[in-house]
């Protein structure tokens, strides 16, 4: 028998199985609906929500168990003192003095650090420029210049003012120059090859790409001027003319008031809050989310 008809025998007799695909009745579900309790958790602002409760909880019933309300009132007590005050127009007050001295401090510490990191980018000796201040100047605490401060500047804001400025240009010079320099060659090359250079190349290639680390940068410098001004309003409060949250803070600790201390630092952190979820939040929905740098 010949190779040929060998093969011929075996394609005539093998078994041929055919499946009816239309009798089939299990389909796998292409997408599973959502439970409620799935639904909700998908929402950030209720799994938050749910955080800051749990917190409070733990707060009420520490105060309670503990008993000693000049120590550690209980949260409803804070609350109880945060509306009154509240409703008064006190820390509404306190609380517009401190915001107008924060955003001027704040808004000048980036113009300041935009300047440098643009300096720094440009030449060699602009990143040895930056790289030498940042080492000497970003470990010195801002609050520990408020007496020289004083000196230079007198009795006014501009000694406060002068001490945001040093604890926000640091923080966010770092993290910005950090970010251009992560950027990768093609896109600077891609850059170029538009016709791209200087204030150009940084506007439309370095910003974008760096963006994530410039955003880090106005987190950690916006925390930072939160922290420099409540220390700086409870030691220099009145000389400084401000009576913002800090010098309330100050005040009713002399007052043995402590559930208005507490007051004042849960506006502190309602602030936060507010900045972190409500502006940076939308700041990163719309840029570092939707360009797909974030997951």
């Known amino acids: 028998m010949t190779m040929e008809s060998t093969m011929h025998s075996i394609l005539v007799e093998r078994p041929e199985i055919v499946r009816d695909v239309s009798r089939s009745t299990v389909i796998a579900d292409v997408e599973k609906p959502l439970s409620a309790w799935e639904r909700l958790y998908r ?9 800051l409760l749990a917190l409070a909880v733990i707060w009420e019933v520490y105060g309670r168990w503990l008993d000693n309300p000049l120590l550690f009132p209980p ?8 509306v009154a005050d509240l409703g008064n127009g006190i820390i509404p007050a306190r609380t517009l003095v401190s915001l107008q001295t924060l955003v001027i401090g704040y808004a000048m510490g980036i113009l300041l650090a935009a300047l440098l990191t643009t300096v720094a980018i440009g030449s060699q000796i602009g990143t040895d420029l930056l790289e030498t201040m940042t080492s000497m100047l970003n470990p010195l605490p801002a609050i520990a210049l408020l007496p020289l401060a004083l000196i230079w500047f007198g009795l006014g804001s501009g000694s406060v003012i002068f001490v945001l400025v040093h604890s926000v240009l640091w923080a966010i010079a770092l993290n910005t120059h950090a970010g251009f320099r992560s950027v990768s060659n093609t896109l600077r090359m891609v850059g170029r090859n538009y016709g791209l250079s200087g204030l150009g190349l940084v506007r439309h290639i370095l910003i974008p790409a760096a963006f994530p680390s410039i955003l880090t940068g106005l ?3 916006w925390a930072f001027a939160w922290r420099t001004l409540i220390a700086a309003e409870l030691v220099f409060g009145v000389s400084s003319g401000s009576g913002g949250l800090g010098w309330y803070i100050f005040e009713n600790r002399n007052q043995l008031e402590t559930a208005n201390v507490f007051a004042g630092l849960f506006t502190v952190i309602l602030i936060g809050l507010v900045v972190e979820n409500g502006v940076f939040a939308t700041i990163e929905r719309r840029t570092i989310r939707r360009w797909g740098m974030q997951h």
Request: proline share 5%.
């Open 219 to 221: 987190k950690v410098g």
């Open 43 to 51: 929402v950030p602002l209720l799994r938050k929500g749910l955080i």
């Open 75 to 82: 949260f409803t007590a804070m609350l109880q003192a945060f």
